[in-house]
């Protein structure tokens, strides 16, 4: 048993389970990862994220938190002194990386699982346009805030890096879906960059998701949700 | 130096009520620009939130802050020696972010808007979801006087501002949320009698003459 009793309901392919396994990564944290299967979800992750009943939900003791955004932030406000720090300890630093987290969950979320699933070419198109704007902005924000170091957060990473860095794994199975590069060192070389040193980083390389098992899962539910969508209600 | 703060906000807007009132709670001077969301968005607002191009935008000396719970929680950490909004506990902390970020998944503007601007089947539905939402935060509030337990917090905050809302709810949605939700009224009438909290808020009335407005506008009859 984990010395901190920290568990966590997670499954493989969630970018969201992966930004609190990051998170206590960098804390140096042990926890017991129990992986859900969703099909049927156990009991106790239905008693411990009732409202929306997903993962990841990270139960410390018998507290329970969910929405891995939240979660990352309680792990870092409770471990304050272990590892590095994932929030800035500006208050407008902090806000700014909030804002990119909450804009990524909103725009890239959206339009890279729309894009996948979208039935007809210009809604693949309008999809694949909105997934180009954000790493366009993102490469902003990288250029501006990083002062020429690896990470969003500087030399360390932080808040912003392991909100978006834990979509690269879906990132390179669309690409491989597509046969197309979504991240391009044309367009967004610095974020190129900081994605290679992202996913070398010693708190993130152990638990991402092996591609080929997750373009598998990928092409599963991308036939699950067409199909979903095409039947008559 | 003196802080200049500056809300850039449209006065019928929950979420930049929500700014006001944190500004309120902690005693804050800044200079409120209306933005006329029915006509042209100004070049400031452009410049601000290039993002989004939204209100409300909090600009601390000169730098914006987007989006109304990331700004409230900036101003409970930048204003933090009076009234906090947020716990000190941080398990507390998550559960009032989870609850404020709850108010904004669940789109309470979204869905309460199709009850004054749809009708038959569609108004129904968006009824028994605007029902089962309020249902969900009476059951989170139990018995504490705020969400926040005995002062206003942070999710309080974030909620209170749909209530300057329900009249137009209710007229247009042909329901009582009295009625159907008790507790939750008791609770938004407790609200509105703190101080920081009815300065902030607009008229129930004047919000109902702008719905009934914008339905003109959309040629809803």
Not at chain 1, 55 to 62: M, T
Not at chain 1, 186 to 205: G, M, R
Not at chain 2, 16 to 35: D, F, N, Q, S, T
Request: glycine residues 6%; proline residues 5%.
């Amino acid at each position: 048993m984990a010395t901190n009793d920290l568990k966590l309901l997670s499954t493989p392919s969630s970018p969201f389970a992966l930004r609190v396994k990051i998170a206590l990564n960098i804390k140096g944290l042990d926890y017991d990862n129990i992986v859900e299967t969703m099909n049927p979800k156990s009991d106790l992750l239905l008693q411990s994220n009732p409202v929306y009943k997903k993962i990841p939900v990270l139960i410390h003791g018998d507290k329970p938190i969910s929405e891995s955004a939240i979660i990352v932030e309680y792990i870092d406000e409770v471990w304050n002194n272990n590892g590095t720090p994932i929030l800035p300890s500006n208050a407008y630093d902090c806000a700014i990386a909030r804002f990119w987290v909450a804009y990524i969950d909103d725009k890239w979320y959206n339009s890279s699982r729309n894009h996948l699933v979208a039935r007809n070419e210009e809604s693949k198109k309008a999809n694949f346009d909105q997934m180009e704007e954000v790493l366009l902005r993102l490469e902003d924000v990288l250029n501006k805030y990083s002062e020429g170091k690896e990470f969003f957060g500087g030399d360390k990473i932080g808040f912003l890096d392991i909100g978006f860095g834990s979509y690269l794994s879906w990132l390179r199975v669309t690409e491989k879906m597509i046969g197309k590069k979504v991240l391009d060192e044309t367009k967004t070389p610095a974020l190129v960059k900081w994605a290679e040193a992202f996913v070398a980083h010693p708190a993130v390389k152990g638990n991402l998701p092996e591609i080929d098992k997750l373009l598998e899962f990928a092409k599963g539910l991308v036939q699950r949700m067409v199909a979903a969508a095409a039947c008559p209600k | 130096m003196a802080d200049e703060v500056i809300l850039l906000d449209f006065w019928p807007s929950p979420f930049g009520m929500r700014i006001r009132i944190a500004l309120a709670e902690k005693g804050i001077k800044y200079e409120y620009k209306e933005e006329d969301l029915l006509s042209n968005k100004s070049p400031l607002l452009l410049e601000m939130n290039p993002v989004h191009k939204k209100v409300p935008v909090l600009i601390h000396n000169g730098k914006p802050i987007a989006e109304s719970l990331i700004a409230v929680q900036y101003i409970d950490e930048v204003w933090n020696d009076k009234s906090p909004l947020l716990p000190s506990d941080p398990y507390q902390r998550s559960q009032a972010r989870f609850w404020a970020d709850f108010v904004d998944k669940k789109k309470i503007y979204e869905v309460a808007k199709n009850l004054w601007t749809k009708k038959g089947e569609e108004q129904e539905a968006a009824k028994k979801e605007f029902i089962e939402i309020i249902k969900l935060l009476e059951q989170e509030l139990g018995d504490k006087t705020y969400f926040g337990g005995d002062k206003l917090g942070f999710v309080d905050v974030a909620l209170i501002p749909f209530y300057t809302w329900f009249k137009g709810y209710e007229i247009f949605g042909n329901f009582n949320v009295e009625k159907e939700c008790p507790k939750f009224i008791a609770w938004a009438k407790r609200c509105i009698k703190i101080e920081s909290v009815s300065k902030s808020l607009p008229d129930q009335d004047k919000v109902y003459d702008f719905v009934v407005q914008i339905r003109k506008k959309m040629g809803i009859e």
